[in-house]
């Protein structure tokens, strides 16, 4: 249940990071200033805040109304390049994500891969290098519960990414997929510290929520509306 009301003094507002693996969508949430809680059906014991281990589309659906605001980003394996290439079988989880969180009459977001774009609802575009990373890193994010996005400009790219299976040198730009090396370069380019190479093929920067959170905390303050 939602309510326009000024919002209490003092009160950190709560989000869910549904489907949240190690973490990366959490901590920016986290640092623009929310009370987060992952959840995901695998155990992460990376992940660096509040956690609990279960089915995504069930806990939205049971609990997702007593948060303020829910981020949830579906496995992106149905959709990318290297498992249509190996013609893997994986579900479309996007519809009943987005139907969960349209029941939950809370402001929400769904992020996938650019791949995934046939799938989303007038999706805007994230590029990791508009925060100065040394990658692109492109993400859709869908908005749905009356939030809107409006994303950084996005630059040119300009830079080369290095090739697969070369070391990656201090200053290179990247593309961190597969058994890319160096991970401790690219851990703290993308400002995830506690996160192993798993974690960091499939994450969303923390700088890109940071930057959705604080449109999300502005969207909550003007309307008031705040989960009872």
């Known amino acids: 249940m939602t309510y326009p009301t000024p919002l209490p003094r003092g009160r ?15 901590m920016g949430y986290h640092r623009a200033g929310f009370d ?34 829910i981020h949830a980003s579906p496995p992106c394996q149905r959709y990318s390049r290297a498992q249509k290439i ?11 994500v987005r139907e969960a969180l349209e029941a939950t ?22 590029c990791a290098a508009v925060f100065g990373m040394r990658t692109y890193r492109h993400r859709l994010f869908e908005t749905g519960g009356g939030f809107t996005l409006t994303p950084p400009a996005h630059q040119p ?17 990247y593309h961190a997929v ?20 798993d974690g960091i093929r499939e994450c969303i920067p923390p700088a890109y929520t940071q930057w959705i959170g604080a449109q999300a905390l502005a969207h909550l303050t003007t309307t008031g509306a705040v989960a009872a």
């Open 12 to 26: 950190t507002l709560r989000l869910l990071d549904a489907f949240s693996c190690q973490g990366g969508a959490g």
């Open 36 to 69: 987060v809680t992952g959840v995901d059906v695998a155990a992460q014991t990376r992940y660096p805040l509040g956690f609990h281990q279960s089915d995504a589309i069930d806990f939205i659906r049971k609990f997702g109304a007593g948060f303020d605001f």
């Open 86 to 96: 190996q013609g893997r079988q994986h579900p479309d989880l996007i519809a009943p």
């Open 105 to 126: 009459g809370r402001p929400w977001v769904i992020e996938n891969v650019t791949e995934a774009a046939p799938q989303l609802q007038n999706p805007v575009v994230m």
């Open 157 to 173: 790219h300009t830079a080369p990414l290095t090739k697969m299976g070369r070391p990656l040198r201090e200053g290179d730009w």
């Open 178 to 197: 597969g058994n890319f090396s160096n991970v401790p370069y690219v851990r703290a380019d993308m400002g995830v510290p506690w996160m192993n190479r």
